[in-house]
């Protein structure tokens, strides 16, 4: 058996390529896969609602509960599009669900996973913007509102922040940031660092066995990266 980590498929319409190289990719998993790591933002914009409110993700969440009845545990790490997961995860998939950064014991490794939205500390603008948007009031608010509002204003902010994602790569050096964040983790006992966010795929050793491991997912937009970790084993790789 195996387990599986993905972030960062942002999807938004099933007819998108993404959309269905994921479905595909989450098909391959059928009995086979103990655990499938979600590091947060498979959607362009999700918070949970009683009833499912964004029909055009049926298919990706009927995939997803065809995967927990055949045994597939789901733990899913909250992004920065999706947050507030909902009872669809918390009970329909019994997924666990992470609000934030948490440290799990996989075959006796302490791994740190993430999204990777709060790895850069010195952004003080998402900072904040992240605590209103995750706070409950956020929540009780979006809830209220009309579903086509809450999807023209998702929509609205996705734009914003896709015209904005150049000049943060501009502006900071995302590879030092993940490396300098995933050494403090390694100082604090952790033998594994795994995050997504960052759209930028790549797996780094730094002693000879698989032991401080730094990970990063890239994204199921045009990459199709993901890790897989087999009889403690950790690899990234490709889907096609």
Known sequence: MRRIFIADAH???????????????????????????????LFEFWIGSPHTAFPHYQPVLEQLLRLAQLGTRIVYFEGNHDFHMGPYFTETLQAEVHPGPAIINIDGKRVFLCHGDQINHRDYGYTLLRAVLHSHVSKLMILLAPVALTSFIAERMSRQSSRKHGSRRLRWDYPAIIRRFARHQFKRG??????????MPFIERSGSDDDGILLSLGDWINQYSYAELVDGHLSLRVFS
């Open 190 to 199: 952790c033998d594994t660092v795994i995050c997504g966010h960052f759209h």
């Open 11 to 41: 999807l938004r319409n099933e007819a998108d390529d993404n959309y269905r190289m994921l479905l595909r990719f989450l098909s391959t998993l059928e009995g086979n896969t103990e655990t499938l790591y979600i590091l947060g933002d």
